[in-house]
């Protein structure tokens, strides 16, 4: 049974308890498979949404910013675990503060502006389903429904100047579990 003392930490994928070849292989396919999937599926939202007059609602203007988000994950993130997953743990690109930040920058980013967007899509059903239809009309207009797609960017982007410092608190503790929470974040 794999233990939080059996993890390296150079490795580069974020659930590495064993660092065999065979589970670094296994991890990065399973990365390159949900990479693929992940980025054909939002992709094709974002097509349907814009393709069709009928689909451009204010709701589904929220799941396209968050299908934007996953994209970053999905189509920038994991790729970049699948391929760090098969180069050799003492590897020095794996090691460069630099690249790990970006990599969680990515992660961080696409993962709050995706929640923010799930959050603004459950809140206009609630306002659609309890208030009356104008009150829904006047707080969804365009430009109101624009400011509320930014401010998810925004405040997901607001942390970035703070990263250096969190990213070295981050890695003076190395236990495994979050690094497990990754993979389960990805499915």
């Not at 939080?4 to 589970?23: H, R, V």
């Not at 997953?85 to 090691?95: A, K, Q, T, Y």
């Not at 400011?147 to 982007?157: F, N, P, Q, T, V």
């Not at 990213?167 to 003076?172: H, K, P, Q, R, V």
Request: hydrophobic share 50%.
């Amino acid at each position: 049974m794999p233990n939080a003392s059996s993890w390296s930490a150079s490795s580069p994928l974020l659930l590495l308890w064993e660092d065999s070849s065979g589970t670094r292989i296994f991890l990065s396919l399973l990365y390159a498979v949900l990479a693929i999937s992940g980025t054909l599926s939002n992709v094709m939202v974002i097509y349907l949404v814009f393709s069709f007059k009928k689909l451009q609602t204010t709701s589904n203007a929220f799941i396209v910013n968050g299908c934007a988000a996953d994209l970053s994950v999905c189509a920038l993130w994991m790729p970049q675990e699948a391929v760090l997953g098969l180069l050799p743990p003492n590897s020095s690109s794996l090691r460069s503060a630099e690249y790990r930040l970006l990599r969680g920058g990515l992660l961080g980013l696409g993962l709050t502006v995706s929640l923010a967007s799930h959050l603004l899509v459950a809140f206009n059903r609630y306002v659609l389903i309890t208030k009356l239809p104008s009150v829904y009309q006047a707080l969804y207009q365009r430009k109101h429904t624009g400011c509320m797609i930014g401010l998810s960017w925004a405040l997901a982007l607001l942390p970035v100047p703070l990263l250096p410092g969190l990213w070295t608190l981050g890695s003076a503790q190395s236990d495994g579990s979050s690094r497990y929470t990754a993979l389960l974040l990805a499915l």
